[in-house]
């Protein structure tokens, strides 16, 4: 599966689905965003369960303003619409994989209790 452009419209529909999704926060001026692109996109060819999606933070300012994006590139993952991850800079593709294999591997039941929890 190939990347996919997140737009202020799409962006919740997107985050909200079932599994897994990855989300780039990049920018074309950006030279680590430009070394984490490939990489990203390598990850989406071997991944084709996961959805990986994109924000330019320019063309997308207020979408990055209510993520709170203050470092570009920072990658988020979402799973079953909540968010478990999120890290500013570049990583490269053992981090990457290594941060799927966590997202995965993790007990969504547990994840949704300890949030109930937080939020009481």
């Known amino acids: 599966m190939a990347t996919v452009n997140l737009t202020a419209e799409t962006f919740a529909d997107t985050i909200h689905k079932d599994g897994i999704v990855l989300v780039d926060w990049w920018a074309a001026w950006c ?3 430009r070394m984490f692109a490939p990489v990203f996109e390598q990850a989406s060819t071997q991944h084709k369960d996961i959805a990986f999606a994109k924000v330019d933070t320019e063309t997308e300012q207020q979408l990055a303003a209510q993520a709170a994006i203050s470092s570009i590139p ?3 993952a979402f799973r079953d619409g909540i ?3 999120s890290q500013p ?3 490269p593709a053992p981090a990457l994989e290594q941060v799927i294999t966590a997202v995965r591997g993790l007990d969504m039941d547990m994840v949704r209790t300890e949030l109930a929890t937080q939020q009481s």
């Open 83 to 85: 968010l478990v991850f």
């Open 74 to 76: 920072t990658l988020m």
């Open 31 to 33: 030279g680590p965003c």
């Open 89 to 91: 800079g570049s990583l």
